[in-house]
């Protein structure tokens, strides 16, 4: 079975950082684009930052600048690094990703809670 695992969530204070991960593992033959995505409480979840198998990237606005998306093909891993951290960025961060392997299909992970307070 394929699935994706994020790490790296935690507690930081305004105008701090962290580096979230999200492996996948199972039968995988490749990944195409991966996403992270993020849900703030009472609001939708949002598209935050993509890349494309190629390495090419794109960011919603109000992380432009902040945050980098980057990916090792072969660790089957996705990062974000996420800096200058605000209270707004607080939510839980999801990773997503199309995946070509048994059995082939998009694929999210179950997330992991990045809070910013002081």
């Avoid at 200058?84 to 997330?111: F, Q």
Wanted: aromatic share 10%; hydrophobic share 30%; charged share 15%.
């Amino acid at each position: 079975q394929v699935q994706l695992v994020e790490s790296g969530g935690g507690l930081v204070q305004p105008g701090g950082s962290l580096r979230l991960s999200c492996v996948a593992s199972g039968s995988i033959r490749r990944i195409d684009d991966m996403y992270w995505y993020r849900q703030a409480p009472g609001k939708e979840r949002e598209l935050v930052a993509g890349i494309t198998s190629g390495g090419s990237t794109n960011y919603a606005d109000s992380v432009k600048g902040r945050f980098t998306i980057s990916r090792d093909n072969a660790k089957n891993t996705v990062y974000l690094q996420m800096n200058s951290l605000n209270p707004e960025d607080t939510a839980v961060y999801y990773c997503n990703a199309y995946i070509i392997g048994n059995p082939s299909g998009g694929y999210w992970g179950k997330g992991t809670l990045v809070t910013v307070s002081s």
